[in-house]
């Protein structure tokens, strides 16, 4: 019994030598392997302020580049005219500011404005400095016309609507570029006619990109060499779809949220031809419409 309880003591003294050594006794590459967890640390932490840096200039260089739509809303043929003279009059408005602008016709009537610097004008006997899209950010909603259309035999007085939609304009993408630690790279013979090398050696190539999941193989080449380059072509074809598709996505819910229903009830202006004056609902205030006919936004637009 003596024997037990010594040799259960002795046990747990050596437990409680080696637990005492661990902490007081660090392995050789103890403060090697922390020095390196802390220089990573520090890199990732950078990486990721680079990452901000750089998506907050993306976001201030896009603001001097916009779309900016223009849909037909209630009133017929009349509509369909009201939104291509408001087009006109944010062109004309554009273009004498020095503005590049392109007039683009798919889902709607659209156009694309830009400039390198932000726009200097004059509001309230004020020069204010602004970039695009501040200066046209509010114009999203309903534009209603009051007025007797050309075509009326009968002179009277027609009500219509033309909705506006402001978007950041995309640019063109930079080319992809794939971190090779994101890809698995395998190879397999290939099954594929081309002669005895072919079949004999693994000229096959298959990868994987696993952030994506995205798979692309391909055996038609006789080089392992020349299949690897086109199975990598097909890869970043695959993964620049998906991602324009996402950003398309992005998009459509974005102009789903702008554009709201072309009701009267929820107008941003409404344009009195018979009366000559525009009111602004946001501001409720009262605009002489010959700004408007000569282009001059710039006494029209809500800017704050």
Known sequence: MKK???FFYCYIWFDLFVHVSNFYIKPKNYYTHKAERTKKSVLKRYSFQLYNKKQTDLYNDNKNFIRIEFRPGVGGEEAFTWSKELLNTYKLFAERNKCKVEKIQDISDSLVI????????????????????????NESGIHQVKR???????????????TVAIFFHKKEEPKYEINLKDLKISTFRSSKPGGQNVNKIESGVCILHK?????????????????????????????????????????????AKLIKESNRSNRIRTYNFFRGYIT???????????????????????IF
């Open 280 to 302: 602004d609902h946001i501001n409720k205030k009262k605009i002489d419409l010959i700004y408007f006919e000569k282009g001059k936004l710039e006494y029209i637009l809500n």
């Open 211 to 255: 952030p994506t999941g995205i798979q692309t193989e391909c055996q038609e080449e006789r080089t392992q060499e020349l299949n690897k380059k086109l199975a990598m072509k097909r890869l970043i074809q695959k993964i620049q779809h998906m991602e324009s598709k996402e950003k398309e996505n992005m998009v459509q819910h974005e102009r």
């Open 4 to 6: 037990l309880l010594f």
């Open 148 to 162: 007797i259309p050309k075509n009326d035999s009968k002179n009277r007085i027609h009500s219509s609507t033309a």
């Open 114 to 137: 830009s400039s390198k610097e932000n726009l200097r004008i004059i509001k309230e006997d004020k020069q204010i400095e602004i970039n695009l899209y501040d200066l046209f950010k």
